[in-house]
Nanobody
């Protein structure tokens, strides 16, 4: 059974930074594509960034976060991380990580990020 546990969410002022982490219950090497999604109040869950690749990580970002967010996999800690810079109130949401393994998609429980003065 695969478990993904997010952490790092917090209340932060506009322009601030946060680093989210998603710890997997097994080695990161086992997973295919991994991603961060977010869901703001009253909105659908949306993709934020993804990473895939066996030898080299290939990353993808949606336009609103390009240049501000960085997704990465830490193979020594078995975590998927999301470094978020220059946060905006529009980034307020519950952030979820997911990971693909053997054709099945797994989700974490989410971590709340609130950007407010």
């Amino acid at each position: 059974q695969v478990q993904l546990v997010e952490s790092g969410g917090a209340l932060v002022s506009p322009g601030g930074s946060l680093r989210l982490s998603c710890r997997a219950s097994r080695t990161i090497f086992d997973f295919g594509a991994m991603a961060w999604y977010r869901q703001a109040p009253g909105k659908e869950r949306e993709l934020v960034a993804s990473v895939a690749g066996e030898k080299y990580d290939v990353t993808y970002y949606v336009n609103p976060v390009k240049g501000r967010f960085t997704i990465s996999r830490d193979r020594t800690k078995d975590t998927l991380d999301l470094q978020m810079e220059r946060l905006e109130p529009e980034d307020t949401a519950v952030y979820y990580c997911n990971a693909m393994l053997a054709g099945q998609l797994y989700w974490g429980q989410g971590t709340q990020v609130t950007v407010s003065p």
